[in-house]
């Protein structure tokens, strides 16, 4: 098992910044990657970013240039810089850890981003 505590979201201006953290405890040995999801309202999930256990990082294109998803292995955790914040930014983000194909994810409870205009 591996849970995930997920800390960082809140309410900012357009063109402001928040940082995501992502604290990964139990079985953290087997993770292959670790990265963000995030549901706005009426729409599916989509993935956002990802990090592979050698920092290789991922993007969906529309977040290119303005986050970085970043881990610290010592303290087990993932952060999600983001900078330049759209309204269209605005979901609830969820943290995720890929254990692979026979223990699959893990999801953190999920933190609201609200980005104002």
């Known amino acids: 098992q591996v849970q995930l505590v997920e800390s960082g979201g809140g309410l900012v201006q357009a063109g402001g910044s928040l940082r995501l953290s992502c604290a990964a405890s139990?079985?953290?040995?087997?993770?292959?990657?670790m990265g963000w999801y995030r549901q706005a309202p009426g729409k599916q999930r989509e993935l956002v970013a990802s990090?592979?256990?050698?920092?290789?990082?991922n993007y969906v294109d529309s977040v290119k240039g303005r986050f970085t998803i970043s881990r610290d292995n010592a303290k087990n955790t993932v952060y999600l810089q983001m900078n330049s914040l759209k309204p269209t930014d605005t979901a609830v983000y969820y943290c995720?850890?890929?254990?692979?194909?026979?223990?699959?994810?893990?999801w953190g409870q999920g933190t609201q981003v609200t980005v104002s205009s």
């Open positions: 995720y850890a890929d254990r692979g194909t026979f223990y699959g994810y893990y």
């Open positions: 139990g079985s953290i040995f087997s993770i292959r990657a």
């Open positions: 990090i592979t256990s050698n920092g290789s990082p």
